[in-house]
């Protein structure tokens, strides 16, 4: 585990921000970059500092912390604190580290903590490199099955599980996360364009510009375009230009 995580809080409740900046204070594990009190500010904030790790309020003026994320290209690791259980499920849909419940307490932080020291630094080092022609054998609840590397389309992320879109039209669910895929799959093939996708180059159709200096990219097989934000758009235009 890192000796410290640089973290930003965000949440709208000043008292609230202030009581988990003393809990943390508590730990040597957290360095507080920053506070931001709604989206707007938080956007600066990590464009600014870059944190580490954000922990995130979800109900907020105007916005709430699920339309950070989507406006957001944020690589790092995400702490939702909520008065909320409601919104838990959700939250790991985004893969969120933890979910927090008001009024956070030290044992939650403790257990925090505990998640932390699990999480390897070292993915890519972890799994074999995929060749584009290669096959894998993938798995869940329903079946069991071999599948085409090239015939993939897209992959998204669904918590810890990916859903993985095809040529044919077929559509799985496996229980491998988007860390895994990005350390696995061929560099000069597949490319992160948000944080929950992951596309095949070979069958983007047209990539339109979109608002706040976003795209849309348009895939064979797709109905609805996906959400490219500028700074993954640098990625593709280095990686294959």
Known sequence: MKNYYR???????????????????????????GEADDVPSAKKQIEALKPDLIFLDIQMPRETGFDLLEQIDFEGIIVFVTAYDEYALRAFEVNALDYLLKPVKEEMVEKLIAKLQKKSPKTEELYAKLEYTDRLFVSNDKQMKFIDIRNIIMIQSVGNYSKLFFENGEKIMVYKPMKEWDARLPQNKFCRIHRTSIVNIDYIEKIDRWFNYSYRVFLTGIDEPLRMSKSYSSVLRDRFS
């Open 7 to 33: 973290t930003l809080i965000v949440d709208d409740e000043r008292l609230a921000r202030t009581k988990l900046t003393g809990i943390l204070g508590k730990f040597e594990n957290f360095e507080i970059v």
